[in-house]
């Protein structure tokens, strides 16, 4: 079993299908149906199945709803449970799991022998759920911040808590001081660390965005490394990749990740980016892939719908929006390209109970923020809307003769953009 941390997961089962096993992926969050968390050879379970599985399952620890509902696994909790039960009864050869938040205490890591463990490129994410109180801090940390919860290592802390004794971790390159904390964790579990570089077989493939070729690299090594534990003499002991296998991963398609949509005379470049870092990737993506066509381009809009959410926490208003200024004006989209407009989207279409509802109706935030988005780019004309509905439609209205536009910010505007572009696919 294959326990992979917040890693581009669908390259995993493309490549263990090429050698005829049966995938179980279970990944978070989902963008249009709660059933693409559960999914076997790349397929989401059907409406059926699910029904059949989750009632299984809730009548297993709720039998006659009488359990105290203080007691009740929470939504994630449940959902990681009833995977278990379908990747059981489905027989699949191998399961994938891809951890919620963090690792060292995610309702995923109840896996005690993994064949692999693989972590993606580290952010600061989740920092608020991921601190660690001074006292409990080891001692090989290093780096210090105003809330202790907003440095990397303790980030790479939470992320190396899927390491398992006995068993192999792979990971990208990171930032120094993560590698450090995992270099150290890896010691202190008993745990062979691998850092993955690249791939001799992937020097003439072309991806999407740089990160994917980084992201295949790890998928390659946790992917062998199953092989050579699991699979028949044939593929034992082999590190390099057929050539069938290498058309696939350059093909390789994830919703809301790179993904660019053609509408008739509008492109939609769509990708879940969220934190610093995945904007900075998810902008030069985006400015890469517009430098790449005709100076024709330069007679379409290139529009940015970008939704900003306003947390409850004790920290100081300024400071949010400090925080939100960053995300705005790093991603070298803003420096670079041409954009004539942007929509500013609060959460009210999504379900977020971290969100104050009163700030977000108010759209505060938002009209605050357009002045910034404003001031980053005088030529950009920024509009505030409330629902992810009005924003398609309007983008749609002001790049009527052509329109390329850019949607980030979080996994959930994704979600919501896809299903009112495409709501009768999966």
């Known amino acids: ?3 992979e941390q917040k890693a581009k997961v669908g390259l995993v089962p493309l490549l263990i299908l090429f050698y005829e096993n049966t995938v179980g992926l279970y990944t978070s969050p989902h963008l249009k149906y709660v059933r693409e968390r559960i999914q076997i050879n790349s397929k989401p379970i059907s409406e059926e199945s699910f029904a059949r599985y989750f009632f299984k399952s809730w009548d297993k620890i709720a039998p006659g709803d009488r359990l105290d509902p203080n007691d009740k696994p929470g939504y994630f909790r449940f959902l990681t449970m009833m995977s278990f039960d379908v990747f059981l009864e489905e027989q699949v050869d191998v399961a994938i799991y891809e951890t919620g938040i963090g690792g060292e205490n995610d309702a995923t890591n109840i896996i005690q022998t993994p064949v692999a463990t693989g972590i993606t490129r580290l952010g600061l994410d989740h920092t608020k759920a991921l601190k660690i109180a001074p006292e409990l801090r080891p001692t090989y940390f290093t780096l210090k911040g105003p809330d202790e919860g907003t440095t990397i290592e303790n980030i790479a802390w939470h992320k190396s808590g899927i390491f398992k004794s006995g068993c192999p971790a792979f990971s990208v390159h990171q930032q120094a001081q993560a590698e450090n904390v995992l270099y150290r964790r890896a010691e202190e579990k008993g745990v062979s660390l691998f850092f ?3 791939h001799s077989d992937l020097s003439g493939l072309k991806f999407t965005a740089s990160v994917q ?3 295949a690299a790890l998928a390659i090594a946790l992917t062998n490394t199953f092989l050579n534990q699991n699979a028949n003499a044939a593929h034992k002991d082999r590190s390099d990749i057929s050539q069938e296998v290498l058309r696939g991963l350059e093909s390789t398609h994830l919703p809301g990740r790179c993904q660019l949509l053609k509408e008739g005379p509008f492109e939609w470049h769509i990708d ?3 934190t610093e870092d995945s904007l900075t990737v998810a902008g030069q993506w985006y400015a890469d892939t517009v430098n790449s066509e005709t100076l024709e381009l330069f007679s379409k809009v290139c529009l940015t719908v970008f939704k900003i959410t306003v947390y409850p926490y004790s ?13 705005l004006s790093r991603p070298v989209w803003l420096k670079e390209k041409p954009v004539h407009g942007a929509l500013l989207i609060p959460a009210i279409d999504f379900a977020n109970r ?3 509802s009163a700030t977000v109706h108010s759209l505060h935030a938002q009209k605050q923020l357009s002045a910034l988005w404003q001031s980053l780019n005088s030529k950009c004309q920024v509009t505030v809307v409330s629902t992810v509905g009005e924003a398609v439609n309007l983008a749609r209205e002001i790049g009527k003769q052509g329109m390329k536009a850019l ?20």
Do not use: C
């Not at 920290?315 to 995300?327: G, I």
């Not at 949607?407 to 572009?421: E, P, Q």
């Open 1 to 3: 079993m294959l326990l």
């Open 196 to 198: 993955v570089s690249g």
């Open 213 to 215: 070729r980084e992201n």
């Open 272 to 274: 879940g980016a969220h």
């Open 315 to 327: 920290t100081p208003y300024s400071a949010q929006t400090n925080w939100v200024e960053k995300k």
């Open 354 to 356: 971290n969100s104050n």
């Open 407 to 426: 949607v980030t910010g979080s996994f959930h505007l994704v979600g919501a953009v896809l299903l009112t572009l495409q709501p009768d696919t999966i």
